[in-house]
């Protein structure tokens, strides 16, 4: 059973502040990693997409992969009230279905 | 912008009911999914279609079965609704098979009573 590993939070930070947001899976081949973005009552929306090991930066928003230790990352510089969400990890492997976690929530507070 | 439009917002159905989610995308993609989700579970996939005509079930296909007679289509049916599938219901499509991300329509909340 392939998983992916979310701490369910909810993580709380203060304005301004960086959010970082982890993600492990289980499956070695896994190839594609996404972030998305869930607000209350909405449905996911795609932040950020990350194939490759290193950093990808769009915005405020940073991925990290490193599939040696099988593990991603979200970081939000400058947290804003409005990125308070939960945010899915996805992960794609060796067929095109994505896997999710059961999502962080982050509280970003005034 | 891709889109993908599912039929209803919100519904309520009595149990015992037959109950059809349809879902429609316009960016031409091969892939389609329908996935539940619950507080504190996630999303779960329920059935995939990678072509038409073809499905796959996922982790969660009893008591659900699905339709793909067209490329833009996909309808999840419930053929005897019961309280427990009351949930979120998320529909997804992706373009080929190179691990592409998922585009979600916006979910329908289904209430069973």
């Known amino acids: ?48 997409s990350i194939y490759s090991n290193g950093d990808k930066e769009d915005g405020r928003f940073t991925a990290q992969l490193n599939k040696a230790s099988q593990y991603v990352s979200l970081l939000i510089r400058d947290s804003q009230p ?22 962080t929530s982050l509280i970003v507070h005034p | 912008d891709v889109k993908v439009t599912q039929s209803s917002r919100y519904l309520v159905k009595r149990t015992g009911e037959k109950v059809f989610l349809e879902c429609v995308q316009d960016m031409d993609h091969e892939n389609m999914f329908w996935y539940r989700q619950d507080p504190g579970l996630g999303l779960r996939l329920i059935y995939f279609s990678y072509d038409v005509k073809m499905k796959e079930k996922g982790d969660i296909p009893e008591g659900y079965s699905v339709s793909r007679e067209k490329k833009e289509r996909f309808s999840l049916i419930l053929e005897s609704a019961s309280t427990n599938q009351t949930s979120m219901y998320l529909c997804a499509s992706s373009p080929d098979q190179g691990h592409t991300e998922a585009f979600f329509g916006q979910g329908t909340r289904l209430t069973v009573v």
């Open chain 1, 1 to 48: 059973q392939k998983e992916v590993e979310q701490n369910s939070g909810p993580l709380s930070v203060p304005e301004g502040a960086i959010a970082s947001l982890n993600c492990t899976y289980s499956d070695r081949v896994s190839q594609s990693f996404f972030w998305y973005r869930q607000y209350s009552g909405k449905s996911p929306e795609l932040i950020m």
């Open chain 1, 82 to 103: 409005s990125d308070s969400a939960t945010y899915l990890c996805a992960v794609t492997g060796g067929s095109y279905i994505p896997t999710f976690g059961r999502g």
